[in-house]
């Protein structure tokens, strides 16, 4: 399952928009997060992010119970996992510390989902029913962490057995607020339901649809949209045209928008390489 420029790329991308949020601490100016956010210097930002892997830990430390600093660490850990870490033992190490922190978020913002792990799930599907529009951040941080850590952990078929309540909050998350971060939401169903072709219970055409609908709610300035619905998608239906299109729009596209350039500057990266092997793939 080839998750890795997905499920580790988002977070990343989404983490400094919480961070800080909430919290009694000194005052931090609000453009800080687009510091990164705007950065396109993809070795820089992963040669940064270390430094606030230490700080969230000792905030954490001092405020265990906040949810906005929970849900930083959650966010930041599994992109650190999946973007940076090429050793699986470590990269499992990680990604597990980002779910325990997605775990403690959500039981801190409400604590009948402190044990998600505990219910059935018809009992997980109707606390997620009970959800408003203010339990969209902290259910989204939920939900990416979860998917990263099944995403290192393919190989215990416990955890794969899991995606089933990504999804779930996934399509909570849409049928509140879908637009939200981009309508990103709508990515993670994407690429979930390209996991398997239509011959083995895979929902390709589910998952064409949410691509689309990301790629629109973006005003078609979200790059890595295009490259997964290439790579996700297009690969897995073998529809060669639609793939290099995508990918040809992202690499012509200008990469800096507001609180997007990192991950558009990313979504170029990746899209060169899907391109340069597209001759062996199709």
Not at 42 to 63: C, F
Not at 158 to 185: F, H, K, P, T
Request: aromatic share 10%.
């Amino acid at each position: 399952m080839q998750w890795r420029s997905y499920f580790g790329a988002l977070p990343l991308f989404l983490f400094v928009a919480e961070f800080l949020q909430g919290c009694s601490l000194a005052r931090v100016d609000d453009n800080l997060p687009y510091g990164v956010l705007n950065n396109n210097d993809l070795q820089l930002v992963e040669e940064g992010l270390p430094t606030y892997l230490l700080m969230v830990d000792g905030l954490i430390e001092n405020w265990p119970e906040s949810e906005s600093l929970l849900a930083s660490g959650a966010d930041l850990y599994g992109a650190y996992a999946g973007l940076f870490v090429d050793e699986p033992e470590r990269a499992r190490k990680l990604s597990d510390k980002a779910l325990s922190y997605a775990f403690r978020a959500v039981c801190a913002h409400d604590d009948d989902y402190c044990d998600p792990r505990s219910l059935s799930v018809p009992e997980f599907e109707a606390l997620l029913a009970d959800a408003d529009e203010g339990d969209v951040p902290v259910l989204f941080t939920l939900g990416s962490a979860w998917a990263g850590y099944i995403q290192q952990n393919t190989s215990d078929w416990n955890a794969v057995a899991e995606l089933g309540r990504v999804e779930a909050i996934m399509e909570r998350v849409v049928e509140l607020d879908e637009s939200y971060q981009y309508g990103q939401a709508h990515m993670y169903l994407g690429v979930l339901n390209s996991i398997l072709p239509a011959s083995l219970g895979g929902k390709p055409e589910q998952a064409k649809a949410h691509f689309e609908q990301a790629i629109t709610l973006s005003d078609d300035r979200n790059l890595l949209a295009k490259v997964l619905y290439a790579e996700e998608y297009a690969r897995l239906v073998f529809d060669r045209e639609l793939h290099d299109r995508l990918l040809n729009d992202v690499l012509a596209a200008d990469p800096d928008v507001h609180g997007l350039t990192l991950q558009n500057t990313y979504a170029q990266q990746q899209a060169q390489a899907l391109l340069a092997g597209a001759d062996d793939y199709f």
